[in-house]
C-alpha cells in the first residue's frame, strides 16, 4: 500500500481549488489502495472540506515547516502550492522519494519528478530539464469525475440566455456574486440566477438577502457539473470553474480575481468571454452578453468542449501510479 502525502495552499485570498482538486485525486488513489495524508493551513472551510470526505489531514502553518518525521514514511509527495524554491523541492525528494507538482512556475519546477499544468502548452515542456516529466495541455485538466458523463450530454440554446449561475470561486474575495447580481437584475428583473457561494465564502448574508422567486442561493454543491450543465451561462472568475464550464458547455463569462486567471481565460479560445479583472472589469457588456443569440453560444460551448473533454483526471492518476511503480 502505497502511501501518499498531499500538500496544498488554501486561504481567502488563494481559495480552495487547489484542495478540491487534490480531493478528487486523493479519492480515487484511496480507492485504488492507497493511504492519503493531506497537509494544509490553518483554514477552517479547507479542513471542513476534507474531513466531510474522511481524508486524513494535518495542520502546517507552511509546507515548507513540514518535518522529516512526517515526510519519511511517504512513498510520494503530491505538491498544490505552487511557485516552489529548490530547496523545498530537494528536501521533498530526498531518498529518491518521487515528487509530483501542480501548476508550479517556481525554481522548484526544475527539480520534481513530474509537472502538471493544464494551463501550458505542450511545446513549453522544452524549457525543463530532461528529467522532468511532463502532463502540460487541456487533456490534463483534473476535474471531478462527473465532468466526463456530462461532456457527452448535448446542449440546446433558446434565443437569449434563459438562465445564469454566478460563482466566484470558494471565497469570493471581491464580494462581487451580490453586486454583479444585483447589476444583471436591473437589465432583467425577471432573469432566473443562481448564486453559488462557496464553502470559504464570507459574504453568505447579502446573497441570502436577494433570494426571490427567481434568484436561488445554493450554499456550496457536490454536483458542480450538473449544476454548471442545468444553465445557459456562467460568470465566474478565471479559476478551475472556467474549466468545469469549458467540459460541460457552459459559456463562461469571466471576471478574474487575480493576474495569472486573466491568462487562462485568453487562453480558452472562444469558450469564455474576458470581462477583466475584479477590481475594474467591463460591466457595459452585460445587456450584449444577456442578449446573446443561441449561435453564439453554441459556438462557445463546443469551443470548451472541444479543448476539455472531462478525462484529464483518470490521465494524471494512471501517469502517478506508473511513477510509483517505477520507484
Known sequence: MAN???????????????????????????????????????????QNWLDQRRFHRK??????????KDIAPLDLILLDIQDTPEIFIKKMGRDNKPVVSFEDLGEGRQHVNLL???????????????KVQTLFGYRFCVLAQDFETLHSKKREFANSIQSVLITMGGTDPHS???????????IEAELPI??????????????????????????ST??????????????????????????VGT???VINQVAHQEMKTKRAQGAAMNLGMAESWNQSRLPEILN????????????????????????????IELLLREN
Open 251 to 253: 459559456p463562461a463569462f
Open 4 to 46: 501518499i502525502g498531499i500538500f496544498c495552499k488554501a486561504s481567502f485570498s488563494q481559495g480552495m481549488g487547489h484542495v478540491v482538486r487534490q480531493s478528487h485525486i486523493a479519492k480515487i488513489l484511496q480507492d485504488r489502495g492507497a493511504e492519503i495524508t493531506f497537509f494544509i493551513p490553518d483554514y477552517p472551510p479547507a
Open 59 to 68: 495542520t502546517l502553518k507552511d509546507p515548507q515547516s513540514v518535518s522529516e
Open 194 to 219: 443562481t448564486l453559488l457561494a462557496g464553502p470559504g465564502c464570507g459574504n453568505t448574508p447579502a446573497l441570502k438577502n436577494l433570494e426571490s422567486k427567481t434568484v436561488k442561493l445554493l450554499e
Open 116 to 130: 502538471v499544468d493544464c494551463n501550458l502548452d505542450e511545446e513549453k515542456s522544452a524549457e525543463l530539464p530532461n
Open 292 to 319: 446573446s443569440s443561441p449561435e453564439t453560444l453554441e459556438k462557445m460551448s463546443q469551443a470548451g468542449k472541444n479543448l476539455i473533454d472531462g478525462k484529464g483526471l483518470i490521465r494524471v492518476i494512471d501517469e
Open 222 to 247: 457536490p454536483q458542480m457539473a450538473q449544476t454548471l450543465f442545468d444553465h445557459d451561462a456562467v460568470f465566474c472568475s478565471g479559476g478551475v470553474t472556467l474549466h468545469e464550464a469549458m467540459a
Open 176 to 186: 462581487l456574486t451580490a453586486s454583479l447580481a444585483e447589476k444583471l437584475l436591473q
